[in-house]
């Protein structure tokens, strides 16, 4: 999978597969062959945190 580089798109991208394919951020990435870290980074410099009881970015 290819994600956007624009740190809100990619928020918008990354919180619509959460909300409508997986269960996790971890099941997002096993499955995209993905870094968790690497979109956790991208996504704390918008000041966007991971909530695993949500499944969300918030």
Known sequence: MKLPKD????LSVV?????DYHSSLDELCKDAELSA?????QLAA????????????I
């Not at 870290?37 to 980074?41: L, M, P, Q, T, V």
């Not at 918008?46 to 970015?57: M, S």
């Open 7 to 10: 740190p809100v798109m990619l």
């Open 15 to 19: 919180n619509t597969y959460l909300r």
């Open 37 to 41: 870290e690497d979109i956790k980074k």
């Open 46 to 57: 918008i000041d966007y945190h991971y909530e695993p009881a949500q499944n969300q970015f």
